[in-house]
């Protein structure tokens, strides 16, 4: 019942390689995303890439190729109208991720065709993985974990605040920019495996989960990459037996993992007496160590 289905079907097993390869992925750089407070941002990538990839398929192009072109059109859009125009960066996001997702609707509202490859764009194909889907996720984990072992002191003060990272010799921009290249990776490699719409729930719900318990950025990726392996394996087992959708249900069950060690953390907090002169202090993104 709960190794079975693996060992008797083939595209299970490589839906289950690919939702590990992707939940590691997405702990490491979601780590990142919970301490900068990138959610907002990471959302805006996950559906500004939407365009890029309907216009990659009406082209009969890959799919990985326009979501890239998106990325790169989302994340420099939002550079360009936050110098230029001296809007605030939410405000630069938000035009552009409302904008970008607009159009993706406008082309794919093109053709009926988009129709099946639509819902594969918003939430994946997960049972449809392939060896050559598995190395491309391979090769997006390497890189992203590169990037965030050579930048993992400055992506830290930069999560405390931007004026010590300053202070410390940082490009704050240049930084930002490469923190934000590490989620556009994540998120163009990850969407054929979950989604464009599902993506940004398994860079955000492990690594909060993480976020509750690790005071050191290594203890908060390995607890997100242990609940997002673990969610996917109860996912999919879900979605075995009860005949549900693979992506939707696993990170679903993320999201219950944060839900379930949020009630624990407040009912520790609850059930701890702190002596005479103890003051209990909230969790801060400052807590976190190298």
């Known amino acids: 019942m709960f190794i079975e289905p693996f060992l008797n079907n083939e595209f299970l097993r490589y839906a289950l390689a690919a939702g590990i390869l992707v939940a590691i992925t997405c702990a490491v750089a979601g780590t990142f995303v919970v301490l900068r407070g990138l959610a907002?941002?990471?959302?805006?990538?996950?559906?500004?890439?939407?365009?890029?990839?309907?216009?990659?398929?009406?082209?009969?192009?890959?799919?990985?190729?326009?979501?890239?072109?998106?990325?790169?059109?989302?994340?420099?859009?939002?550079s360009l109208v936050t110098r230029?125009?001296?809007l605030s960066g939410d405000t630069a996001i938000g035009l552009l991720f409302v904008g970008m997702l607009a159009l993706g609707v406008i082309i794919t509202s093109r053709s009926d065709a988009f129709v099946g490859d639509l819902t594969r764009i918003?939430?994946?194909?997960?049972?449809?993985?392939?060896?050559?889907?598995?190395?491309?996720?391979?090769?997006a984990l390497a890189l992203v974990g590169l990037i965030a072992f050579v930048g993992r002191r400055p992506?830290?003060?930069?999560?405390?605040?931007?004026?010590?990272?300053?202070?410390?010799?940082?490009?704050?921009?240049?930084?930002?920019n490469v923190m934000l290249t590490m989620v556009a990776i994540t998120v163009v490699a990850s969407f054929q495996t979950v989604g464009t719409l599902?993506?940004?729930?398994?860079?955000?719900?492990?690594?909060?989960?993480?976020?509750?318990?690790?005071?050191?950025?290594?203890?908060?990726?390995?607890?997100?990459?242990?609940?997002?392996?673990?969610?996917?394996?109860?996912?999919?087992?879900?979605?075995?037996?009860?005949d549900i959708a693979a992506g939707a249900t696993i990170v679903f069950t993320a999201v219950m993992f944060f839900a379930l060690a949020a009630i624990f953390t407040e009912v520790r907090k609850a059930l701890s007496k702190p002596t005479d002169g103890e003051h209990e202090h909230?969790?801060?993104?400052?807590h976190v160590h190298i």
């Not at 890959?62 to 790169?72: D, L, M, Q, T, Y």
């Not at 996917?232 to 979605?239: A, C, H, M, P, R």
């Not at 909230?282 to 400052?286: F, K, V």
């Open 198 to 242: 599902l993506v940004l729930g398994m860079l955000i719900a492990p690594a909060a989960t993480g976020a509750l318990f690790a005071r050191r950025i290594s203890s908060m990726m390995t607890i997100a990459a242990i609940v997002g392996t673990l969610s996917t394996y109860i996912g999919l087992l879900l979605s075995y037996h009860f």
């Open 122 to 139: 918003l939430f994946g194909e997960l049972l449809g993985v392939s060896r050559s889907d598995l190395l491309l996720q391979l090769c």
């Open 84 to 86: 230029r125009f001296r």
């Open 40 to 78: 907002f941002v990471g959302d805006a990538l996950a559906h500004g890439v939407l365009p890029g990839i309907a216009t990659a398929l009406l082209l009969g192009v890959s799919g990985i190729v326009g979501a890239a072109v998106g990325a790169v059109a989302m994340m420099g859009g939002v």
């Open 282 to 286: 909230p969790h801060a993104h400052g």
């Open 155 to 176: 992506f830290l003060l930069l999560s405390v605040d931007e004026g010590l990272a300053r202070t410390s010799g940082f490009s704050i921009r240049i930084f930002h």
